[in-house]
C-alpha cells in the first residue's frame, strides 16, 4: 500500500510509520521537524520506502507541497492518516488566550481540511482516510478549550467526508485512540505516570487492522 501520514516524527504517528514501513508498504510522512523524520529514517536503516518532507499542515501552501511531494513519490494513496497536532493549553474558554485558540484550530482543524483536500485526487478508490479524533471530541470537556473544539470539528468533517467520497467506496474515520504513552499526553497530563499507559505501538497496530477490515465509515474508539 501507499501511505500518507501527517506527524510522523514521535508519538502515535511515529509508530504508524514504523509499522507500515516494516510490513512492506510505502510511507509519505510530515512533522514540521525534517532532522527528526531524519532520525527515523536513519534508525529504520535507511528504507527507500520511507519519503519525508519537513511540513507545516496548518500552512495551505506548505501541506500543498507535501501532498505534491507525496505524489510525485507514490502517485497513488490507498490510506491518508491526518495524525499531526498539537495540545494548546488547558484552561477556561474565559481565559482562553486568542493566539493559542488560533494556533490550534489552525493545526488540527484547517490541517486536515488542506492535506485531505488536496490528497482526495491522489486517493485510490476503495482507499482509507483515518482522522485523529479524542475523547474531548466526542463529550464536553471542560478546559480542553481549543483542543476539544478542533476534535469535534473533526468527527463532523469525517462524517461528511465519508458521505462525499462514498461514490468512490473510499472509507472515512475519526479514531479516537484514547490515553496512549507520548509527549503529548504527557504534557496533558505531567503527573501521571506514563507507565500506565498503552504505548503508541498498540495504536498502530489497531489502525493497521482498521485499514485492512475496512468496517463502515464512522467514529471508532480504540479497544483492547
Ligand atoms: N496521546 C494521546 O493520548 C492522544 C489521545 C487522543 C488523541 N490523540 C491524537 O493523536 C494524534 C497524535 O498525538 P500524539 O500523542 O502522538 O502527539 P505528539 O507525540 O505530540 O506528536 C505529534 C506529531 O505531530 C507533529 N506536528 C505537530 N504540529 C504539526 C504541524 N503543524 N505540522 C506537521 N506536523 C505537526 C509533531 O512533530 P513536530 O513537532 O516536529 O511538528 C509530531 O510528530 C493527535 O492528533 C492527537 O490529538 C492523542
Redesign the pocket.
Known amino acids: 500500500m501507499r501511505v500518507v501520514i ?9 509508530a504508524l510509520v514504523e509499522k507500515f514501513v516494516k510490513e512492506g508498504h510505502m510511507v509519505c510522512t ?4 525534517e532532522e ?1 523524520l531524519k532520525t527515523l529514517w536513519e534508525e529504520l536503516g535507511r528504507t527507500d520506502r520511507l519519503m519525508f518532507k519537513g ?5 495551505r501552501f ?1 501541506a500543498k507541497e507535501f501532498i505534491s511531494f507525496c505524489k510525485d513519490r507514490m502517485q497513488e494513496f490507498h490510506v491518508l492518516i ?6 494548546g493549553l488547558r484552561q477556561s474558554i474565559e481565559n482562553y488566550p486568542e493566539d493559542v485558540w488560533e494556533e490550534v484550530i489552525r ?2 482543524l484547517n ?1 486536515v481540511f488542506y492535506i485531505t483536500k488536496y490528497a482526495i485526487p491522489f486517493m485510490k478508490d476503495g482507499g482509507v482516510i483515518i482522522n ?5 471530541g466526542k463529550k464536553p470537556a471542560p478546559y480542553w478549550g481549543a ?1 476539544a473544539v478542533s ?1 469535534f470539528g473533526i468527527e463532523g468533517f469525517s462524517l461528511l467526508l465519508a458521505e462525499e467520497l462514498k461514490h468512490r467506496d473510499i472509507r472515512v474515520y475519526a479514531f ?10 504527557a ?2 497530563y505531567p503527573y501521571e505516570d506514563p507507565n500506565t ?1 498503552k504505548p ?1 505501538e498498540k495504536v498502530a497496530d489497531f489502525i493497521i487492522k482498521l485499514v485492512n477490515l475496512r468496517p463502515p465509515s464512522g467514529s471508532i474508539d480504540f479497544y483492547e
Open positions: 501527517t506527524g510522523g516524527s514521535r508519538g502515535i504517528g511515529k510530515c512533522s514540521r521537524s527528526s511540513c507545516d499542515v496548518g500552512n506548505s491526518n495524525n499531526a497536532g498539537i495540545l493545526v488540527n490541517g485523529l479524533s479524542s475523547g474531548a483542543y476534535k479516537n485512540p484514547g490515553a496512549t504513552r507520548t509527549k503529548m499526553r504534557d496533558a499507559l503508541p
